[in-house]
């Protein structure tokens, strides 16, 4: 029996990217480790932790809202301690500490093992802030706790850190050095979820086909890093994100297409169909590039999804450069995107060199058009779908409805289908029916 008596309740609050779920998982773990239990119930917790994130301006708003709550649960309960996580913490660093009275502890992105430390101190009396960037943490060690999980799908972390430095991007500054992980502690990992029941994992980076890595003078790149996830069991899906496309290579296509447990979807974020508007966001590559990676894996993957991230609203964007945008999203045919309104954020390239200049109503009107570009890509996408069968991994019951289950197949949409004996982790053929922009349903078939 675990003893929970004498232990801390903590409760882990987590905003923005995948990579930040994957950090709250180790967070978890340094604490488990430390005389915490997770809880899910905010007002029983001892310790708060906000994992959060600086991206986009609304993202360190709504983290705000959010510090106003607590400090009124403080208020009732003088014992409470919080702590703020990630990138905003890195990014804002002592500051946080005037401008936000109640918070206790500050600590960014690479400085997690001073965790069980720092929280000494802060029992002791005091403050305490970690905002060191490292060029080597990479957690390879530390076995994550997977938090508020199905027990099918699990992230693994597999790079840290970033230096494109996109001239939108806050990342490289919250995020330091890119630095890749051990691979055989990825792959340990990989197995030891499979072990656990686990089917889908997905390799996490902010550019996975930089992943770089040496063993005895050999180098160990993306390619065969996926390659070997993907040996680790055939009924272990395997998934990964994010590609940039000014290194997405043929040699990364002919793996994906060798096995058949790597997913068939790309998330290729082209953020512009503009070739000015590339340039100044310093994304080192250009339209036509970036068509050529598109039908280099419509080649060798014909039936993989496609998805992107797109920005609109960028400093100078004109008329132009939107319509270019849209026309890009039509030739390409995205099957899925994630759309936003450009955010100046403090001292990054942009901010520093270009005026952020396209009006709020342009902005909003624009990412409007892109929006409805999408949902008609989407509904295209899904109605090409109608009358083919899928292997469908099985995540749950439907939460809309009980009688039905829902997973997800290779390309990565969502299917639902009439609720049977099977359960969340088992492969289902499904013979699609009828779909919506979001998603596919239909019947299960022998
Ligand atoms: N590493 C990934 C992206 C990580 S951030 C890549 O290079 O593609 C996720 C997305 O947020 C970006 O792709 C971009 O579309 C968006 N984004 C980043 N900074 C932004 C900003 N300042 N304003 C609006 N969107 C931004
Ligand atoms: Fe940001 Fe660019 Fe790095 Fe992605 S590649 S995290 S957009 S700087
Ligand atoms: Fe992720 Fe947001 Fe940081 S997107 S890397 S948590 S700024």
């Given at each position: 029996m675990i003893e929970t008596e004498n232990k801390k309740k903590v409760f882990i609050e987590t905003y923005g990217c995948q990579m930040n779920f994957s950090d709250s998982e180790i967070i978890g773990s340094i604490l488990m480790e430390h005389n915490y239990i997770s809880t899910d119930d905010m007002k029983s917790a001892d310790l708060i932790l906000m994992n959060t994130c600086s991206i986009r301006d609304n993202a360190e708003q709504r983290v705000r809202n959010r510090l106003q709550e607590l400090h009124a649960l403080k208020k009732r309960k003088s014992s409470l301690v919080i702590g703020l996580l990630g990138c905003m913490a890195e990014r804002l660093k002592e500051k946080l500490l005037e401008e936000e009275k109640h918070i206790d502890l500050i600590v960014g992105?690479?400085?997690?093992?001073?965790l069980p430390a720092l929280l000494e101190q802060v029992e002791s009396g005091q403050k305490a802030v970690n905002t060191l960037l490292s060029?080597?943490?990479?957690?390879?060690d530390i076995t994550p706790v997977r938090l508020g999980s199905n027990g099918v799908n699990a992230f693994i972390s597999i790079m840290r850190g970033c230096e494109n430095f996109c001239a939108y991007c806050v990342v490289p500054y919250t995020r330091g050095k890119e630095r890749s992980r051990n691979p055989k502690t990825i792959i340990e990992e990989a197995a030891s979820l499979f072990d656990q029941g686990y089917r889908e994992v997905t390799l996490l980076g902010q550019?996975?086909?930089s992943y770089q890595w040496e063993d005895n003078g050999l180098p160990i790149e993306f390619p065969a890093l996926l390659e070997d996830v993907a040996k680790v069991n055939p009924l272990l899906r395997v998934r990964f994100a994010?590609?940039?496309?000014?290194d997405l290579s043929d040699d990364l296509l002919d793996v994906i297409a060798t096995?058949?447990?790597?997913?068939?979807?790309i998330h290729l974020?082209?953020?512009?169909?503009s070739n000015e508007i590339l340039k100044k966001m310093n994304r080192s590559y250009t339209r036509e590039w970036y068509l050529d990676r598109v039908a280099a894996i419509k080649k060798h993957l014909p039936d993989c999804a496609i998805s992107t991230d797109i920005i609109a609203g960028f400093c100078s964007e004109t008329e132009d450069d939107h319509k270019d945008t849209l026309s890009m999203m039509e030739i390409v045919g995205y099957d899925y995107a994630f759309m936003f309104k450009y955010s100046e954020r403090p001292n990054t390239i942009a901010a520093k060199k270009y005026s952020d200049d396209v009006s709020e109503e342009d902005k909003s009107r624009r990412l409007d058009e892109i929006i409805s570009m999408q949902q008609k890509l989407s509904l295209a996408s899904n109605k090409k779908d109608i009358g083919k069968v899928f292997e469908v991994l099985v995540e749950g019951v439907s939460k809309r409805s009980d009688t039905q289950l829902y997973g997800r197949n290779s390309q990565n949409k969502v299917v639902v289908f009439p609720r049977s004996s099977h359960k969340p982790g088992d492969y289902v053929r499904v013979l699609v029916e009828d779909c919506t922009p979001a998603t596919l349903r239909g019947v299960e078939v022998k």
């Open positions: 992105p690479d400085g997690y093992r001073s060029a080597e943490e990479t957690y390879a550019n996975v086909n994010t590609s940039h496309p000014k096995y058949p447990n790597i997913c068939h979807a974020p082209v953020q512009s169909g």
